[in-house]
């Protein structure tokens, strides 16, 4: 009787409820990630004895890779940034030692 009652049009999600949640799980990038630990989990040759946690440790390193990766990015820019200034100071050093050369003789 009880699945019965849960059974009932009523407590059906409507189509449109569920593809308007599919779409908003495929849009956000949940679906991908999902596949992507489910499919990391099949390619283990040793399964885990606990799937849930293989699943909450990798789900969630998705995310610190896209993390990690944005601060890569980050990185390898203020890196170019003081390259350019560290280039700019040598000119200018350069340009202050002749000055002096020039000074002293």
Same mark, same amino acid.
């Given at each position: 009787?009880?699945?019965?009652?849960?059974?009932?049009?009523?407590?059906?999600?409507?189509?449109?409820?569920?593809?308007?949640?599919?779409?908003?799980?495929?849009? $956000?990038?949940? &679906?991908?990630? =999902?596949? @992507?630990?489910?499919?990391? /989990?099949?390619? #283990?040759?040793?399964?885990?004895?606990?799937?849930?946690?293989?699943?909450?440790?990798?789900?969630?390193?998705?995310?610190?890779?896209?993390?990690? $990766?944005?601060? &890569?990015?980050? =990185?390898? @820019?203020?890196?170019?940034? /003081?390259?350019? #200034?560290?280039?700019?100071?040598?000119?200018?050093?350069?340009?202050?030692?002749?000055?002096?050369?020039?000074?002293?003789?």
């Amino acid at each position: 009787m009880p699945e019965q009652l849960l059974n009932t049009p009523e407590n059906r999600p409507t189509v449109s409820k569920r593809e308007e949640f599919r779409k908003y799980l495929e849009n $956000s990038g949940v &679906i991908d990630a =999902l596949t @992507k630990v489910l499919f990391e /989990l099949y390619d #283990e040759p040793e399964k885990p004895s606990d799937a849930v946690n293989f699943v909450k440790q990798h789900f969630g390193g998705v995310q610190t890779v896209e993390m990690d $990766s944005e601060y &890569i990015s980050n =990185l390898k @820019k203020r890196i170019k940034d /003081l390259e350019i #200034e560290a280039g700019n100071l040598k000119i200018q050093l350069a340009k202050k030692e002749e000055e002096n050369e020039e000074y002293e003789q």
